[in-house]
């Protein structure tokens, strides 16, 4: 058959013969020779034992990630959350079930926010919203969350804690993502609520999971005003990371102020030339290299 | 002729006029005028065998793409169709059959199956009715394609996929087939090693072919002396490394396809002199890419960081050339000059759009983004902290960066450790699904199952090792006068090719250790000579090799055998094959259960 010879597939009568047939062309690996068998198969055997014998060649779990694969080409929502939930008891591995099961409580999810969020917006308790969340992301959804749900309680759907305890999202995630979408929203004391935290001993300190360069990245994205990024940059342990993102951002007090901290005149008298005449900074810095009590180190 | 084939050691004209002759031979059957119905992926790898030109020369009037509906009106009495052998194909080819008004303008009916007929395929053209209503119906083989003159590809861009996912050797026959076409027309090739489960398919398949042949004995002269199949997950790091070379990044940033490259129009603007330019043009700038163009073939496969030197160099030749024409005195002289203007004036253009082109790349090379991403993998492949989750790949899926671009990156860790902790494993999935979509989780599992990115098995971590006892880590490679193939990737030599580049010398034998840590067999075949054809060979006379990749292989591992080919004492030359040109992005796309999705 392989060399294009019309051959007669009769004489393999019993099941043995005719898979025997299949392995040997599957080991010729001539699709054409493969595909004349398998016709072949299909016509002289019952579909329950072609099936049989061919689903013991398979593996359980790809068939399982095979099955969940059509939700892709399920449009509507509702149909695709349904099928969704049937995928769970495929046999998937333990760790892919957990994944497909936060799948299905997403969308499940999702829908239900869509529908509430719809008729908010109708009653006019919402802002028209251009983002639609069904099929987003986890983290694109938790976004939105904290976009138009921020303050909510915890027991709701769309409250973004509710999200991120019932979905297990990192700290880090939740905080860039609650980050972000304050800054977007110029929510500048929702964003410095985030740092803040209190001690045992009643004192506040600011800490964050994230660098706070990053912070400060996120923040001028969203353009946030001087004031707010100033305070961030000065939140940045090292020196010299702290200066280039101040000039970067000309937060010129905070490169005033290291250079001070530095003992550095040079550099000092450097930046003058880059404040505007005659404003408050430069006179600050007139005043610094006047004063007799610094011991400046050049 | 296409000049850029014949400058090789290896002529590959050869296969490509023997491509020709073929397709002329089949044109010639369907006799009279005749309109073709083109599968449009073919158009590309066909425009290398044969521009329209000879299509006009055998009767071709007109081209059509191939779509649903009505054909087009075309005065031709044959109608043929390219197409691969797809059953969705067929349907449309039924469509088109169905709706043509048979009474009005009889046509003839032909199909050419590339590069393979398919029982299946004809099948469902009888089911839907319209077998019977073709005259000819014949395959055009079109394995391997010449598209440099060292460089064949069959463009077959889901062999990985298939071989190492779904089990599915068809491109490994296609291969061997291709393999055995190219002794054919270049003499059987006396030594065969290779490296690899699916190596030692293909050599299998080649000595079962070649036995079933075994009436006819091929005369021509070797020129081939030795063929290295390499099973592309033998070494499953490289490519996912950011390529250095400046053929490697116009790859890695615009694509390279077909020996073309699209290219953002705005730099590429004729200016006028005087003028200010007015409408920009919004068309892509589609420029070829082969070593016709002396400048590109010059500084394709320098490091990048190599190119702007070499340009302003070329630049001083290219001006003071154009300056002897105040020497030319004498009529001889002048005329001599503008015998050469045409030459200069092709310099000129060709160092104008090479400059433009390194200026694009190097925004993206000097970009804090670009050197942050170098910088990890580097660390990766020097072993450095690979075993814990690394905070630039988690910055990277908060900021929502390409999703392909973090697949990369977790891939190439776990590759260099030789696969992730289950915490670590456990936390970058959980990210990217939770990011990306839980869609993903196909991809994941695809990338899991092709070993890219995977749980730390019992194993111990073989890397380390590998890496010292093959030096695959060059800590000063120098960029601008390499003298190793490390400088492609500035510092790390690809596993790949310091494998080729051992077994020329001093041999496999040397790394049987570190050989038994890579996946698969390796194994040495030889095929029998007829009596009188062994070469004999002449002194300093360099040995040619034929290093096929089966999966796939980019440009800076292309980049690396040249190399060698040049080094002064290797006494070896390399023509390189493989099923697929491709880079990291392309490589990984190609793993993905949903191609559309991976940008967000």
């Known amino acids: 058959m392989q060399h294009g010879k019309a051959v007669s597939l009769e004489k393999f009568r019993s099941l043995q013969d005719k898979l025997l047939l299949l392995d040997f062309s599957v080991s010729a690996n001539d699709g054409n020779v493969i595909t004349a068998v398998l016709i072949y198969l299909k016509r002289t055997l019952s579909k329950e034992v072609l099936f049989r014998e061919l689903q013991a060649l398979g593996r359980t779990e790809d068939e399982a990630l095979l099955k969940y694969k059509e939700h892709l080409s399920i449009a509507d929502e509702n149909k695709r959350r349904d099928f969704l939930k049937s995928c769970l008891s495929l046999p998937f591995s333990p760790e892919d079930l957990a994944l497909v099961q936060d799948h299905y409580t997403l969308l499940e999810r999702q829908i239900i926010i869509e529908a509430t969020d719809r008729q908010a917006e109708r009653g006019g308790k919402l802002p028209t919203k251009t983002m639609p969340i069904l099929n987003m992301s986890l983290i694109t959804t938790l976004y939105y969350c904290c976009f138009y749900h921020y303050s909510e309680a915890k027991n709701t759907f769309s409250s973004p804690l509710n999200v991120r305890q019932t979905f297990k999202i990192s700290e880090k995630q939740f905080f860039v993502t609650a980050l972000a979408a304050r800054a977007e929203l110029k929510e500048w004391l929702d964003v410095d609520a985030l740092f803040t935290c209190r001690n045992w001993l009643g004192f506040t300190k600011k800490k964050s999971p994230l660098s706070f360069q990053r912070v400060v990245d996120v923040l001028q994205k969203n353009s946030a005003p001087t004031q707010v990024l100033q305070d961030y940059v000065a939140l940045v342990d090292d020196a010299e990371l702290r200066i280039t993102l101040a000039q970067k951002h000309k937060c010129h007090d905070i490169v005033i102020n290291t250079y001070r901290d530095l003992k550095d005149r040079q550099q000092l008298l450097g930046y003058r030339g880059k404040v505007e005449t005659g404003s408050a900074e430069e006179r600050r810095i007139d005043e610094l290299l006047t004063n007799q009590q610094i011991r400046w180190k050049n | ?600």
Not at chain 2, 430 to 450: F, S, V
């Open chain 2, 1 to 600: 002729m296409a000049a850029h084939l014949s400058y090789g050691r290896v002529n590959l004209n050869i296969l490509r006029e023997a491509a020709r002759k073929e397709l002329r031979e089949f044109l010639d059957k369907c006799a009279g005028s005749k309109a073709i119905v083109w599968d449009e992926y073919l158009t590309g790898p066909f425009g290398l065998i044969a521009q329209y030109s000879l299509l006009k020369e055998h009767e071709v009037e007109k081209m059509f793409t191939l779509k649903s509906g009505r054909l087009p009106a075309a005065d031709v009495k044959n109608i043929i169709f390219f197409v691969r052998p797809r059953l969705e194909l067929m349907d449309i080819i039924a469509e088109n059959i169905i709706s043509e008004d048979k009474m009005h303008s009889p046509r003839d009916f032909h199909i050419l199956f590339v590069p393979r007929r398919s029982m299946l395929c004809e099948q469902r053209l009888k089911e839907q009715g319209v077998l019977a209503s073709f005259i000819n119906i014949e395959e055009y083989i079109l394995d391997l394609i010449p598209y440099d003159g060292d460089l064949l590809s069959m463009e077959y861009e889901s062999a990985f996929r298939e071989c190492y996912l779904e089990n599915d050797q068809t491109s490994l026959y296609h291969t061997a087939k291709g393999l055995m076409t190219l002794q054919a027309l270049y003499g059987t090739i006396p030594q065969i090693y290779g490296k690899g489960e699916c190596a030692r398919h293909v050599a299998n398949m080649m000595l079962r072919m070649k036995r079933e042949f075994a009436g006819s004995q091929n005369q021509i002269l070797p020129v081939f002396d030795t063929l290295l199949l390499l099973d592309r997950n033998v070494d499953l790091l490289t490519p996912l490394a950011t390529q250095l070379t400046y053929e490697g990044l116009i790859d890695e940033v615009y694509g390279i396809t077909n020996g073309y490259v699209k290219l953002p129009p705005e730099k590429f603007a004729q200016k006028k002199q005087g003028e200010a330019s007015k409408d920009l043009p919004t068309e892509p700038k589609k420029l070829q890419l082969n070593s016709a163009e002396e400048l590109y073939a010059e500084i394709r496969d320098k490091n990048f960081n190599a190119v702007g030197a070499a340009l302003s160099k070329k630049a001083k030749i290219i001006s003071a050339a154009f300056e002897e024409r105040h020497n030319a005195k004498t009529v001889g002289e002048i005329k001599q000059f503008v015998s050469q203007l045409p030459h200069m004036q092709a310099a000129r253009s060709s160092l104008a759009n090479h400059t433009s082109i390194a200026e694009l790349i190097k925004d993206i090379t000097t970009s804090e983004a670009f050197f942050d991403n170098l910088t990890v993998e580097q660390e990766f492949m020097t072993g450095v902290e690979t075993d814990k989750v690394n905070t630039y790949i988690e910055d990277s899926i908060a900021q929502k960066d390409p999703l392909i671009k973090i697949l990369r990156l977790v891939s190439m860790q776990s590759v260099c450790n030789n696969g992730l902790k289950q915490k670590v494993f456990d936390y970058y999935r959980r990210e990217i699904l939770q990011t990306y979509g839980y869609e993903h989780i196909l991809t994941l599992n695809n990338l899991e199952k092709a070993g890219l990115l995977k749980l730390q098995s019992n194993s111990r971590n073989n890397y380390p090792t590998i890496r010292k006892t093959l030096k695959l880590w060059m800590e000063d490679a120098n960029e601008q006068n390499p003298n190793d193939i490390s400088y492609v990737y500035s510092g790390y030599a690809p596993l790949s090719i310091r494998l080729t580049q051992v077994l020329a010398r001093p041999g496999w034998r040397s790394i049987e250790e570190v050989l038994k840590m890579l996946p698969g067999p390796h194994f040495e075949e030889r095929q029998q000579l007829p009596a009188g054809l062994h070469k004999k060979r002449q002194q300093g006379e360099n040995r040619t090799t034929l290093v096929f990749f089966l999966g796939g292989v980019s440009y800076a591992e292309i980049a690396a055998l040249r190399f060698l080919s040049q080094m002064e004492d290797s006494g070896m030359e390399y023509i390189i094959a493989t099923t697929k040109l491709l880079n990291g992005t392309t490589w990984i796309k190609s793993l993905m259960d949903r191609p559309e999705a991976q940008t967000s």
